[in-house]
């Protein structure tokens, strides 16, 4: 990637203009990452740009074989709201997203979006996001919080997703219906809070991570219903394997801050009887 002045130029740092409805919010950025998505990005892309023309488009794409990002460059050399990184190659959706919020947090946006390119995220219902973030500062679009819900997708996918958010509320002690999700909108405040520098998830852990770390830190965390569409066009890049890993890194977490609590506990109580005297 090119030096982020040098490739997007002064658009990117314009200030949000005080007629938009967001305008409250700041400075708006949708990051999208992409592998492989050359019949699905233009669509999105276009999508995004016509529910709410003030905001920013930042494709952050692994290098995709099947010439994704030539098309990303297209896209924004006609549009100044438009911006590509191009990645040196396939590092997991984590890694991705966490470059694109280094960028958008130098570029001074005060709200940051995450989206997937397949269209299984609306852009139509951003503005659900967006409302409720005024007063969050992580606002989760949910598929299993009452309103939510999913399109084309067999039950065995449903009961997995279900299961694993459920697993995650109980092994962590979480109070959210759907923390795997990818559709969120953060405040620039809450991914500064958030230490990104010490996060190593790098699949689809990385949501449940960030929303994890998020609630550790006292940040409100707000879930608005969402309808989830299956994709249409091109592959999708779950499986059993990254659903195996991230069940694991639940549970090691899980264990690892009961441990941490149990062991604050005893400390605590060594120290009440030492200062009564025991």
Known sequence: MNDPQDQFGDESRKPASASTPFADLGRIVVIIPTYNESGNVERIVGR?????????VLIADDNSPDG????????????????????????GLGAAYLAGFTWALEMGYDVVIE?????SHQPEQLHFLLEALRDADLVLGSRWVQGGSVVNWPKSREFLSRGGNWYTRVALGMPLRDATGGFRAFRASTLRALDLDGVGSAGYIFQVDLAYRTVQAGLRVVEVPIEFIEREVGTSKMDSSIVSESLWLVTVW???????????????????KRDQGW
């Open 115 to 119: 989206m997937d390119a397949d269209g």
């Open 68 to 91: 994704t990002g030539q098309l990303a460059d297209q896209l924004a050399a006609g549009d100044d709201h438009v911006n590509v990184m191009h990645r040196l190659g396939k590092e």
């Open 48 to 56: 995004v740009r016509s529910a709410l023309p003030e905001v920013h």
């Open 254 to 272: 899980g264990v690892r801050d009961r441990m941490r609590r149990i062991s604050r506990h005893r400390m605590e109580k060594s120290k009440a």
